[in-house]
Antibody, heavy 118, light 113 residues
Framework: QITLKESGPTLVKPTQTLTLTCTFS??????????VGWIRQPPGKALEWLAL???????RYSPSLKSRLTITKDTSKNQVVLTMTNMDPVDTATYYC??????????WGQGTLVTVSS | DVVMTQSPLSLPVTLGQPASISCRSS???????????LNWFQQRPGQSPRRLIY???NRDSGVPDRFSGSGSGTDFTLKISRVEAEDVGVYYC??????????FGPGTKVDIK
């Protein structure tokens, strides 16, 4: 069974850097073809893809957020970390991680709500 | 970026009746490998998204067969043959052909009349 779980702060201040961790089980990020992505969802709004990392450490980012995002992996810990700099209230959202599977994302973690406020 | 649009944005349905959601992309989603990477996700109230359909018409494991996907090029449809109470939620289409970025539609909210 594949599971993913997001963790990190629930509240960050404007201009701070957000660091989120996705801890997964049931697959390995050292296996060819495997990837893990991050997607966010502001309250009551639609989904927005942020970043993706592959087993071979290839990384892809949303062009609109690329300057603020960094995605890394720790294969030994089964973790993927997303950092987002210069947080703003508009970045308030539930952040999800998900496995890349058959060209899209499945399954997803439970999500973690991050509020940006002073 | 590929823009995904959905209609309707709100869909009140009667239990046991069919329902249909349309998704359109701003450009063809046929990839160079011949596949079309159009996906459908369901998000029940208070839950994470769950993929229902990948590559236009392939149901994920555990997805009831009342859900079906169809379409080609830029026009796609998700159909529910007979709506059940557990189908209430928001449905999103997502393209994975022309990325980055992967892009989602605005979502269609399905509820019971």
């Amino acid at each position: 069974q594949i599971t993913l779980k997001e963790s990190g702060p629930t509240l960050v201040k404007p201009t701070q850097t957000l660091t989120l961790t996705c801890t997964f089980s049931g697959f390995s990020l050292s296996t060819s073809g495997v990837g893990v992505g991050w997607i966010r969802q502001p309250p009551g709004k639609a989904l927005e893809w942020l970043a993706l990392i592959y087993w071979n450490d290839d990384k892809r980012y949303s062009p609109s957020l690329k300057s603020r995002l960094t995605i890394t992996k720790d294969t030994s810990k089964n973790q993927v970390v997303l950092t987002m700099t210069n947080m703003d209230p508009v970045d308030t959202a539930t952040y999800y991680c998900a496995q890349l599977h058959r060209g899209s994302f499945d399954p997803w973690g439970q999500g973690t709500l991050v509020t940006v406020s002073s | 970026d590929v823009v995904m649009t959905q209609s309707p944005l709100s869909l009140p349905v009667t239990l046991g009746q069919p329902a249909s959601i349309s998704c359109r992309s701003s450009q063809s989603l046929v990839y160079s490998d011949g596949n079309t990477y159009l996906n459908w996700f369901q998000q029940r109230p208070g839950q994470s998204p769950r993929r229902l359909i990948y590559k236009v018409s392939n149901r994920d494991s555990g997805v009831p067969d009342r859900f079906s996907g169809s379409g080609s090029g830029t026009d796609f449809t998700l159909k529910i043959s007979r709506v059940e109470a557990e189908d209430v939620g928001v449905y999103y289409c997502m393209q994975g052909t022309h990325w980055p970025p992967f892009t989602f539609g605005p979502g269609t909210k399905v509820d019971i009349k």
